[in-house]
């Protein structure tokens, strides 16, 4: 479904990605590394947020290296930032509406929060501005993503801003995606549990593939530990 051919990007002068080449067709696959090794960069990459220095953006067989962000969105790529954008006049229905193109559906909208830990009730009409919290505005987004499905669904760090409690719904909405034969998910987390229900796990660091494997031969290692991981080790 999406290849990335010898992928790389400079910024002021310095290499964020060198030479990345993935394929990626399962289902789930979720990309970790140490901070600051490019994993945002990759993700907004392949959204079209930012531009590759060099390399091209394949996805299902269509070179989309030079298409605006809409013009992905129209083919089914969607984003959720790690920093969830705020849509001041809007309030939450509309947004859900729109991410599910097929208008208000209150049945759909409330199963939509309720799965990331929201009451409707309370959340419907609210107005996407300062006054909801960056964990409330995470639900929402994943919430739309889940609303508008999909061929291909990227998260960057969703648990961010997500307190205890609601995290194992978070971890629901996405086993629940992944159930879904017509979607795809590419997440970057650095969460055990949600490396846990990947399919295949993309290792970055200092802007370089260092490991991609299946999740069984991947994250046994990640679980020793940073410090001694061997994908992590200078």
């Avoid at 067709?25 to 947020?49: E, H, Q, R, W």
């Avoid at 969703?158 to 978070?170: K, M, R, V």
Wanted: charged fraction near 30%.
């Amino acid at each position: 479904m999406l290849e990335l051919q010898n992928i790389c990007f400079t910024a002021d002068g310095k290499d964020i990605l060198k030479d990345i080449s993935l394929k990626i067709d399962d289902k789930f696959v979720a990309i970790t590394g140490p901070n600051g090794s490019g994993k945002s960069t990759l993700l907004k990459i392949i959204m079209g947020i930012i531009k590759p220095t060099s390399g091209k953006v394949i996805f299902d067989g269509q070179d989309i290296t030079d298409l605006p962000v809409n013009e992905r969105a129209n083919l089914g790529i969607s984003f959720a930032f790690q920093q969830p954008v705020r849509f001041k006049g809007l309030k939450v229905r509309d947004l859900l509406s729109i991410a599910g193109g097929d208008g208000i559906d209150l049945t759909k909208d409330c199963s939509y929060l309720a799965a990331v830990g929201l009451c409707a009730k309370d959340y419907l009409n609210r107005e996407i501005n300062d006054t909801l919290s960056g964990g409330e505005m995470k639900r929402i987004e994943i919430a739309m993503a889940a609303a508008r499905g999909g061929k291909l669904s990227l998260f960057d760090e969703p648990e961010a801003g997500i307190d205890l409690w609601s995290f194992q719904s978070l971890i629901k909405v996405f086993e629940g995606m992944r159930e879904d034969l017509k979607s795809s998910i590419i997440i970057i987390s650095h969460q055990e549990r949600i490396l846990d229900i990947a399919d295949e796990i993309v290792v970055i660091k200092d802007g370089e593939i260092v490991a991609y494997d299946k999740k069984d031969e991947i994250l046994p290692e990640l679980l020793k530990g940073t410090a001694g991981c061997k994908f992590y080790q200078d």
